[in-house]
T-cell receptor, first 120, second 113 residues
Framework: GAVVSQHPSRVICKSGTSVKIECRSLDFQATTMFWYRQFPKQSLMLMATSNEGSKATYEQGVEKDKFLINHASLTLSTLTVTSAHPEDSSFYIC????????????????FGPGTRLLVL | KNQVEQSPQSLIILEGKNCTLQCNYTVSPFSNLRWYKQDTGRGPVSLTIMTFSENTKSNGRYTATLDADTKQSSLHITASQLSDSASYICVVSATSGTYKYIFGTGTRLKVLA
C-alpha cells in the first residue's frame, strides 16, 4: 500500500514558539492532503484540506493564521502551529489523497503515523 | 446532517473470543464505507472498503458487512488476539466531490489474555 510519513513523530516545545510538522507521500503524488487533529479518546477532526499550488481550505472554527499550511510540492505538505499554547497540545495526523482512475474506488486517503505535540 | 455513529464505545473481550462492532450512518449521497484500525499513538490503517453494491468484505480475521438500505455496517473480528487491541473507526465518504471522510467516534477494543 501507499506510504505516508510524518516528521517529527513527537515534539515538545515552549509556549509561544512555532512548530512545523511535515507530511510526505513517499511513493505517489498527492495533489490533496488533509490535516487532522485528534484529542484523547476522540475521533479524528478535520482541520484543513491542503491543495498543491493553492491556498488551503480550513474547516469552520480552525484559525488559518494559527495553523499555517503549505503544500508546495506534490509530495509534501507542512503544518505550522504558530505561537503554540498548551491547548494546542494534541495528536496531529495528515493524510494524502490518491486517485485510482482504473479502479472502482476512485480515491482513497492514506494516513500518516501522526505527530504528538506537547506545548509546555 | 451527515453523521456516523458507532457502538459500543468500548469493549473488553478475552483472547480467542469473537466480537462485532456496529456502525450506523446518515451520510447521503453514499459513496463508500471503510473500517480503519488505529493503534494508540499511530495513524489509522485501512481494514476494509465497501461500496454501495457490496455487502460483505473480508480481510483475514476481519469481516465487514454493509446494509445500504438500513445504513448499517458491522465489523466482525474472529478469534481475537492481543494485537487486536486498538480503536476501530468507521468512515463514510459521500459522493459530494469534496473527498472528505466522515468519521465515526470509534470503538476502543481491549483484548485480555
Amino acid at each position: 500500500g501507499a506510504v505516508v510519513s510524518q516528521h517529527p513523530s513527537r515534539v515538545i516545545c515552549k509556549s509561544g514558539t512555532s512548530v512545523k510538522i511535515e507530511c510526505r507521500s513517499l511513493d505517489f503524488q498527492a495533489t490533496t492532503m488533509f490535516w487532522y487533529r485528534q484529542f484523547p479518546k476522540q475521533s479524528l477532526m478535520l482541520m484543513a484540506t491542503s491543495n498543491e499550488g493553492s491556498k488551503a481550505t480550513y474547516e469552520q472554527g480552525v484559525e488559518k493564521d494559527k495553523f499555517l499550511i503549505n503544500h508546495a510540492s506534490l509530495t509534501l505538505s507542512t503544518l505550522t502551529v504558530t505561537s503554540a499554547h498548551p491547548e494546542d497540545s494534541s495528536f496531529y495526523i495528515c493524510s494524502a489523497r490518491r486517485s485510482f482512475a482504473a479502479r472502482g474506488y476512485q480515491e482513497t486517503q492514506y494516513f500518516g503515523p501522526g505527530t504528538r505535540l506537547l506545548v509546555l | 446532517k451527515n453523521q456516523v455513529e458507532q457502538s459500543p464505545q468500548s469493549l473488553i473481550i478475552l483472547e480467542g473470543k469473537n466480537c462485532t462492532l456496529q456502525c450506523n450512518y446518515t451520510v447521503s449521497p453514499f459513496s463508500n464505507l471503510r473500517w480503519y484500525k488505529q493503534d494508540t499513538g499511530r495513524g489509522p490503517v485501512s481494514l476494509t472498503i465497501m461500496t454501495f453494491s457490496e455487502n460483505t468484505k473480508s480481510n483475514g480475521r476481519y469481516t465487514a458487512t454493509l446494509d445500504a438500505d438500513t445504513k448499517q455496517s458491522s465489523l466482525h473480528i474472529t478469534a481475537s488476539q492481543l494485537s487486536d487491541s486498538a480503536s476501530y473507526i468507521c468512515v463514510v465518504s459521500a459522493t459530494s466531490g469534496t473527498y472528505k471522510y466522515i468519521f465515526g467516534t470509534g470503538t476502543r477494543l481491549k483484548v485480555l489474555a
